[in-house]
Structures are given as structure tokens and as C-alpha cells.
């Protein structure tokens, strides 16, 4: 059965270094998200993604964080310069079309921020 | 702004006891409700959504427009059933994206 990948499973940094999160979905998927979870915290949505730009962004989606799907396969999460609150799991989703389709997760990425 | 509240960090149960594990939304129209599970170490998972009306591994969801919740059910817990689980909604604007709640942590006790 196809599965969303995300690499890697667990990134450590620098603050303000730039990290790159990588998703993989499912194929014929059309929908793509980003969500976090930080430690104790519930899963919050960052941003959606379709037809090649984003539809939806939360506030916590600044300028510092950005989304690509720069080769048709995979869906990256960019964050510029890195902040000690941005340690996190960050979880991406992917969905086949439409309303009511369950949302496809991945096993996450955790990262630490240092 | 649309909430989903799990009232109970942990349920911890005896095998073989019934278990239910709240949440309750705001309220808005006609909510896209799921239930998503997180066995150890594993990706979130898709348990349960309202619109089906199904039963997964013994687990039943019932939609109370009135009460605004949806309580996760199980009559008789198994050890297999430790996990966390989310209560989501999706929101019905343009991208459908997930609300999530906090999270209840079942822990069945042999």
C-alpha cells in the first residue's frame, strides 16, 4: 500500500541555520499539507498546497517558512532561519481529491533546534 | 475560530472495560468529523470518520449535533488498543484542512 515519506526522521540544527524538510506523497495525490506538533501540544496546520502554489497558510507560517514541489515528487518545508521554538514534529499529509478524503499522514520528521 | 476539545490527556483502562474517550467541537454547519490514531512509534492513522458510520477494530463514533461531540466508543478494550488519539475536524473552507484536538492518551492495563 502506497505510504507518505518524510527525511529525515529526526534533523538537529543550529539556531538560524536553514533546514529542509522533504515529503514525498502518494502519487496521484493532489492536495498537500504541512502540519507540526510541538512537545505536549496539539497538531496544528502550517500550510496547503495545490495545483503548484499554496491555497492556505496559517499565522504561523511566516516569512521564514516556505513549501516547494520543485520536481513533481517531492513537496519540501523550508524554514529560513531557524528559531529555538520552531523544535518540533512536523508531519506532512497528503490527500487524493475532494472533500470528505482522508488525510494521508507521514511518520513525521522531529526537529530540534539547538 | 472552530475548536476541538479532548477534555482527557490519559484514559487508562483495565482490558476488557469499555472505553470512551471524548471530544466535543464548536459549533458550524455540518462538521467533517474523524477520529486518527497514533500507535507507538507509527504515523498518525485514520481511524474513524463520521460520514461513513463504520466500525474500525471494535471502535464506534457517533455524531450528536446537539451535544456538538463525538465520543469515541469501544465496548470490551484490548492491550492492542494503547495509543493516542485525535479528534479532528475539517474546517470546510477551501483546503479542508484538519483542526485537531489535544490528544487522549489510552493506556489498557492487563
Known amino acids: 500500500e502506497p505510504e507518505v515519506t518524510q527525511t529525515p526522521s529526526h534533523q538537529v540544527t543550529q539556531m538560524g541555520q536553514e533546514v529542509i524538510l522533504r515529503c514525498v506523497p502518494i502519487s496521484n495525490h493532489l492536495y498537500f499539507y504541512w502540519y507540526r506538533q510541538i512537545l505536549g501540544q496539539k497538531v496544528e496546520f502550517l500550510v496547503s498546497?495545490?495545483?503548484?502554489?499554496?491555497?492556505?497558510k496559517s499565522e504561523i507560517f511566516d516569512d521564514q517558512f516556505s513549501v516547494e514541489r520543485p520536481d513533481g515528487s517531492n513537496f519540501t518545508l523550508k524554514i529560513r532561519s531557524t528559531k529555538l521554538e520552531d523544535s518540533a514534529m512536523y508531519f506532512c499529509?497528503?490527500?487524493?481529491?475532494?472533500?470528505?478524503?482522508?488525510?494521508?499522514f507521514g511518520p513525521g520528521t522531529r526537529l530540534t533546534v539547538l | 475560530a472552530q475548536r476541538v476539545t479532548q477534555p482527557e490527556k490519559l484514559l487508562s483502562v483495565f482490558k476488557g472495560a469499555p472505553v470512551e474517550l471524548k471530544c466535543n467541537y464548536s459549533?458550524?454547519?455540518?462538521?467533517?468529523l474523524f477520529w486518527y490514531v497514533q500507535y507507538s512509534r507509527q504515523r498518525l492513522q485514520l481511524l474513524l470518520r463520521h460520514i461513513s458510520r463504520e466500525s474500525i477494530k471494535g471502535f464506534t463514533a457517533d455524531l450528536n449535533k446537539g451535544e456538538t461531540s463525538f465520543h469515541l466508543k469501544k465496548p470490551f478494550a484490548q492491550e492492542e488498543d494503547s495509543a493516542m488519539y485525535y479528534c479532528?475536524?475539517?474546517?470546510?473552507?477551501?483546503?479542508?484542512?484538519?483542526?485537531f484536538g489535544t490528544g487522549t492518551l489510552l493506556a489498557v492495563q492487563p
Open positions: 499529509a497528503s490527500v487524493p481529491s475532494g472533500y470528505g478524503n482522508e488525510q494521508f
Open positions: 498546497f495545490y495545483n503548484n502554489e499554496i491555497s492556505e
Open positions: 459549533y458550524s454547519g455540518s462538521p467533517e
Open positions: 479532528a475536524r475539517a474546517d470546510g473552507g477551501a483546503t479542508n484542512k484538519l483542526i
